[in-house]
């Protein structure tokens, strides 16, 4: 199985690794291993850096380390820390994500809720390695996916709005970074029941303050004075004596680096002011905090001349008197307190004048002071701000924590002073800690799961810690004691004395005990110390000094610097009414002023409280997150490799990956591994019934693991070599593209049958609801048929009876039918004669309803008639009234109407004088026979000499010739039709006559007794 399994992977080639998830295991050959303890090769330094680089590129900045997070700043803003990737990560078991700084978040928020443990994220990396933006990023993910409520989200805002502040008062410009935070912060974040953030709780540690004074070339000092010189409102400057230029103030210009192309003062001023007022501060707080800002300004602008004597006298009064009226205090105590320091003599308190050298350095000593403790005043108040309030949660009692550390990594530079040590130290107490739990951690994992633990072979630094903090043999000690030791004590003191007492230390090499190579490369006054991560030369110049702390450490100074000037101050808060300022009321204790207890050295504090600290931490449950940083030159996608390695080193990631791989590359959960593998194994797929120990174990013997590759515990397999692991991987890729296809075809058939079902579902449903309402309206109809027959009937049988409502229905519907046939069947012509028959009681109705359609007809008729029309039918009138019934082709003569083209009036009227003149007759009348032929005769009076006799005429159109004559010569009732013979008179009172007889055909003949003889068809019977 396992040569087919590699059979497999080898066939598809890396071409044939398809590329999915970055989180895919099998996209490992371009985006490199999301975890390094699946490198092959993890003892590489090469390899890991080669890892790194490969998702660099890819801009995957996030790798793992088991569960620490290693992240390499990208320099640029990458789109991988919205909503929906908080959303993503929110609630996801670690490894089924690619690694983001939000799972380590999410991881760590669900181990407090769920185990109800408390948790810390450990930053650590180099200046400008992004551990400040990776803790923002933190908060921001808790901000957003944390439940919240109104008073939650005050604490919210206030934790978010707590970071402008610190940042304007803690970082500063420096070479390496921007924005860099010249002091490590611890923040608690308290959570409630419900795990949403009820208040929080800020540790600050070691500021830098000598960049109050000094700044290196390049270099700012705390981003708060350029802040408030450049956005200030003019009012506030003026009321504060401050010049809207940076360059006015000593304490700016000696980085000579005003301005900064990445930051934005007038900006942030404005955030900062905002981000105060969320937290709480009222502006009287906000403007004693600049006043005391204003006077460290001022403070540096004081300059000293030199009596003859040597005195130093003070050389700049405005700044003084300033600095009274910010302070709250006389100028002339303030002059003499600058310029003198107070010794005690005998017993005596004596004032002692300073040179100016020695005042220049108690003014700087002074403003250090003065802003190191507001510094600390300033994180006590949001301390004060972010506290959980009992009352307000009172079902918080037992609140969870989360700490967040972002805290300087080791440093190494040319020249390493004493913060170096100091900061170098730290880690090497953060080193301890990580090896002692995750040591324990797995150790704890392997004997919970029952499996043998196998010594993992580590450098435990404890002897290096010890080296630094035993108490009276650490170098911490032996620092002390030089600083409190009277007479003649030096730095160069404090070296011999620790060759003297450590000389002979494994890890520790001055010049003097170092063979010759090393010689070469340490200076005389350095010492050498062999860190976990590398080794360090420090520098002593300056320890003594830095390790007291000069305003506290040697009271006779103590007298005669700033504390004299505080100590006004304060009496000055009790007994005038000039108000000095509280904030420094409260910074500077009057307690502490008079307490002739010893106070601590600088050294000593730090390692107090990182001796707290790391109670805090231990006491929680550790994730770690490790910031790397790419380049020096703060650009985006450059890789520096060498800077890298030296940052893998003094990491200690090599270390962190060899203890991680000591025993096993791979470990997870039963059911995980089963889960994700189990399609590679027909015992296991689809599911495994039996025992999960039981299916991983048949499982992997069915890949072929060998006995050697893998252990398997009470709830975990243990996968020795990432190979392993990657030939299983490869074995699921291949099987996911059969599974996939096939689960493709179940699926679309599964989807295809159950949409089929669902509408054949549906069909069934509708026709059954169609068809319910076709039943009920076929009844309906049907009742009501039913019921309009039985109507129908009962009326019929009562059709003759008065109405009633037993055949009211049926009359209605006789006189509506019958109405309604008349309707259709309205005659359409005058001439049409039909009309149906009405029902008995419609019968008056039916016969004015047909004179009045008959009145209509008539009307609609002779509105269309045309005039010419008229005159026609006139005649056609005339030539019925006289031949209506009397002349045999007088029906034929009917339908054809009078052509005025063959006969008008004008054409008749020469010899026929016109109706309307005055009467004189032409002929007293007109002859014609009742047959079918067109003769006709015109009777001329006799008593007209000059007439011939009548006028036998013959017309085709024998019924249109006489109407026309008959009109035109108003002969109408003259008109004579003869059934037999017609007389006439031929001349000079000779009569003629003419026989009609019927015949089969039209024929004029002479008969034999003279008449004329016309035989004419009959063509009606009459
Ligand atoms: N995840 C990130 N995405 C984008 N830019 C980043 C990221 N992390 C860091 N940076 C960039 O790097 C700069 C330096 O980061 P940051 O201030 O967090 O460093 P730091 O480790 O806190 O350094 P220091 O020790 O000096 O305080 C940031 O101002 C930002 O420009
Ligand atoms: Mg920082």
């Keep these: 199985?396992?040569?087919?399994?590699?059979?497999?992977?080898?066939?598809?080639?890396?071409?044939?690794?398809?590329?999915?998830?970055?989180?895919?295991?099998?996209?490992?050959?371009?985006?490199?291993?999301?975890?390094?303890?699946?490198?092959?090769?993890?003892?590489?330094?090469?390899?890991?850096?080669?890892?790194?680089?490969?998702?660099?590129?890819?801009?995957?900045?996030?790798?793992?380390?088991?569960?620490?997070?290693?992240?390499?700043?990208?320099?640029?803003?990458?789109?991988?820390?919205?909503?929906?990737?908080?959303?993503?990560?929110?609630?996801?078991?670690?490894?089924?994500?690619?690694?983001?700084?939000?799972?380590?978040?999410?991881?760590?928020?669900?181990?407090?809720?769920?185990?109800?443990?408390?948790?810390?994220?450990?930053?650590?990396?180099?200046?400008?390695?992004?551990?400040?933006?990776?803790?923002?990023?933190?908060?921001?993910?808790?901000?957003?996916?944390?439940?919240?409520?109104?008073?939650?989200?005050?604490?919210?805002?206030?934790?978010?709005?707590?970071?402008?502040?610190?940042?304007?008062?803690?970082?500063?410009?420096?070479?390496?970074?921007?924005?860099?935070?010249?002091?490590?912060?611890?923040?608690?974040?308290?959570?409630?029941?419900?795990?949403?953030?009820?208040?929080?709780?800020?540790?600050?540690?070691?500021?830098?303050?000598?960049?109050?004074?000094?700044?290196?070339?390049?270099?700012?000092?705390?981003?708060?004075?350029?802040?408030?010189?450049?956005?200030?409102?003019?009012?506030?400057?003026?009321?504060?004596?401050?010049?809207?230029?940076?360059?006015?103030?000593?304490?700016?210009?000696?980085?000579?680096?005003?301005?900064?192309?990445?930051?934005?003062?007038?900006?942030?001023?404005?955030?900062?002011?905002?981000?105060?007022?969320?937290?709480?501060?009222?502006?009287?707080?906000?403007?004693?905090?600049?006043?005391?800002?204003?006077?460290?300004?001022?403070?540096?602008?004081?300059?000293?001349?030199?009596?003859?004597?040597?005195?130093?006298?003070?050389?700049?009064?405005?700044?003084?008197?300033?600095?009274?009226?910010?302070?709250?205090?006389?100028?002339?105590?303030?002059?003499?307190?600058?310029?003198?320091?107070?010794?005690?003599?005998?017993?005596?308190?004596?004032?002692?004048?300073?040179?100016?050298?020695?005042?220049?350095?108690?003014?700087?000593?002074?403003?250090?002071?003065?802003?190191?403790?507001?510094?600390?005043?300033?994180v006590n108040k949001i301390n004060l701000s972010l506290a959980y309030k009992d009352d307000l949660y009172p079902l918080s009692k037992n609140a969870s924590v989360i700490g967040l550390l972002d805290i300087y990594g080791f440093e190494v530079f040319q020249q390493n002073s004493f913060e170096q040590f100091c900061i170098n130290y730290c880690n090497e107490k953060l080193q301890q800690l990580f090896i002692e739990l995750t040591l324990k951690s797995e150790q704890e994992e392997y004997e919970s799961e029952g499996i043998t633990w196998e010594p993992v072979q580590f450098f435990n630094n404890k002897i290096i810690c010890d080296l630094v903090e035993e108490k009276f043999k650490g170098i911490i000690s032996i620092l002390d004691e030089e600083c409190l030791r009277p007479g003649d004590a030096s730095d160069l003191t404090f070296l011999e004395k620790l060759e003297n007492t450590v000389g002979g230390h494994a890890h520790f090499v001055t010049h003097k005990l170092a063979d010759g190579k090393t010689r070469k490369v340490m200076g005389r006054e350095e010492f050498r110390l062999l860190h976990y991560a590398g080794e360090v030369n420090y520098n002593v110049n300056g320890f003594l000094d830095k390790n007291n702390d000069l305003l506290f450490r040697n009271l006779k100074e103590v007298r005669a610097l700033g504390l004299t000037v505080l100590f006004c101050c304060v009496n000055a808060h009790h007994t005038s009414s000039l108000c000095c300022s509280s904030i420094l009321t409260q910074c500077f204790d009057r307690e502490e002023l008079t307490d002739k207890k010893r106070p601590e050295t600088t050294a000593t504090q730090f390692k107090n409280s990182l001796a707290k600290l790391m109670e805090i931490l231990m006491s929680k449950e550790p994730s770690y997150i490790r910031c790397i940083k790419p380049n020096d030159a703060k650009q985006a996608g450059r890789f520096d490799e060498v800077l890298i390695r030296h940052q893998v080193k003094y990491l200690g990631l090599m270390e962190n990956l060899r203890v991680r791989r000591a025993g096993f590359a791979y470990r997870r959960r039963y059911e995980v591994f089963l889960q994700r593998y189990k399609s590679l194994c027909p015992d296991t797929w689809p599911n495994w019934k039996g025992r999960l120990a039981d299916g991983v174990s048949t499982l992997v013997k069915h890949l072929g693991y060998k006995p050697e590759e893998y252990k398997l515990g009470r709830s975990k397999i243990f996968i020795r070599f990432p190979k392993t692991l990657f030939a299983t991987e490869d074995a699921l890729e291949v099987r996911k593209h059969s599974l996939a296809t096939k689960l493709q075809a179940c699926w679309r058939g599964y989807s295809q049958k159950s949409k089929y079902l669902k509408m054949r579902h549906s069909a069934i449903l509708i026709q059954a609801w169609w068809r319910g309402i076709l039943a009920l309206r076929e009844a309906k109809r049907r009742r009501t048929a039913a019921d309009t027959i039985r109507r129908f009937i009962k009326g019929f049988i009562y059709r003759k009876q008065p109405r009633c409502p037993e055949n009211e229905y049926f009359l209605d519907y006789v006189r509506y039918s019958f109405l309604m046939n008349l309707w259709r069947n309205l005659p359409k012509t005058v001439l049409d004669k039909s009309w149906p028959t009405p029902p008995p009681a419609l019968t008056e109705a039916s016969e004015q309803l047909r004179n009045l359609c008959m009145q209509n007809m008539v009307w609609t008729y002779c509105k269309r008639i045309s005039p010419e029309r008229k005159h026609q039918l006139e005649q056609k009138l005339v030539a019925s009234e006289i031949f209506k019934d009397k002349k045999d082709n007088y029906p034929q003569s009917v339908p054809k109407l009078f052509a005025s083209t063959r006969l008008n009036g004008e054409e008749i009227s020469p010899k026929v004088p016109n109706a309307h003149e005055p009467c004189h007759p032409v002929f007293p009348c007109i002859s014609v026979s009742s047959l079918s032929d067109g003769l006709f005769v015109l009777h001329v009076p006799c008593e007209d000499n000059k007439q011939k006799g009548d006028v036998v005429l013959q017309s085709d159109h024998v019924i249109e010739t006489l109407t026309k004559v008959a009109i035109c010569a108003d002969k109408i009732n003259n008109v004579n039709i003869s059934q037999g013979s017609i007389k006439f008179t031929v001349g000079r009172g000779k009569e003629g006559v003419i026989d009609f007889t019927p015949g089969s055909e039209l024929l004029v003949t002479k008969a034999k007794n003279g008449h004329l003889s016309v035989t004419a068809p009959r063509l009606n019977s009459r």
């Design 1 to 378: 199985m396992w040569t087919m399994l590699r059979a497999c992977v080898c066939a598809l080639g890396s071409e044939g690794v398809r590329v999915m998830m970055e989180s895919a295991l099998t996209a490992r050959d371009r985006v490199g291993v999301q975890d390094f303890v699946l490198l092959e090769n993890h003892t590489s330094e090469a390899a890991f850096i080669e890892n790194l680089r490969k998702r660099f590129k890819e801009n995957l900045i996030y790798t793992y380390i088991g569960s620490v997070l290693v992240s390499v700043n990208p320099y640029k803003e990458l789109e991988i820390y919205t909503k929906q990737h908080m959303e993503r990560y929110r609630g996801v078991n670690f490894y089924e994500v690619s690694p983001h700084i939000y799972a380590v978040s999410d991881n760590a928020y669900r181990s407090m809720r769920t185990e109800r443990r408390d948790q810390c994220i450990l930053i650590s990396g180099e200046s400008g390695a992004g551990k400040t933006e990776a803790s923002k990023k933190i908060l921001q993910y808790y901000a957003v996916t944390c439940p919240a409520s109104e008073q939650v989200q005050t604490v919210k805002d206030r934790l978010l709005q707590s970071n402008p502040v610190l940042e304007a008062f803690g970082n500063a410009k420096t070479l390496r970074n921007d924005n860099s935070s010249r002091f490590g912060k611890y923040m608690d974040i308290q959570f409630d029941f419900r795990g949403a953030p009820v208040g929080g709780h800020i540790l600050n540690y070691l500021l830098e303050k000598s960049r109050v004074v000094h700044q290196n070339h390049g270099e700012r000092n705390f981003h708060i004075f350029y802040q408030l010189i450049e956005g200030g409102e003019e009012d506030l400057l003026r009321r504060l004596g401050l010049e809207r230029n940076t360059q006015q103030y000593q304490y700016l210009v000696k980085g000579n680096c005003p301005k900064v192309s990445s930051i934005n003062d007038r900006n942030d001023w404005k955030a900062v002011r905002k981000a105060l007022s969320v937290i709480g501060f009222n502006d009287d707080e906000v403007e004693e905090l600049l006043n005391i800002i204003a006077s460290v300004l001022h403070l540096g602008n004081v300059q000293f001349g030199a009596e003859e004597s040597g005195n130093a006298y003070i050389t700049t009064d405005t700044q003084i008197k300033y600095l009274a009226r910010l302070l709250g205090v006389e100028g002339s105590i303030l002059k003499e307190a600058l310029t003198h320091k107070k010794i005690i003599a005998k017993g005596e308190e004596l004032m002692s004048p300073l040179n100016s050298e020695q005042a220049a350095s108690a003014r700087d000593a002074l403003s250090k002071a003065v802003y190191g403790r507001t510094f600390t005043w300033l």
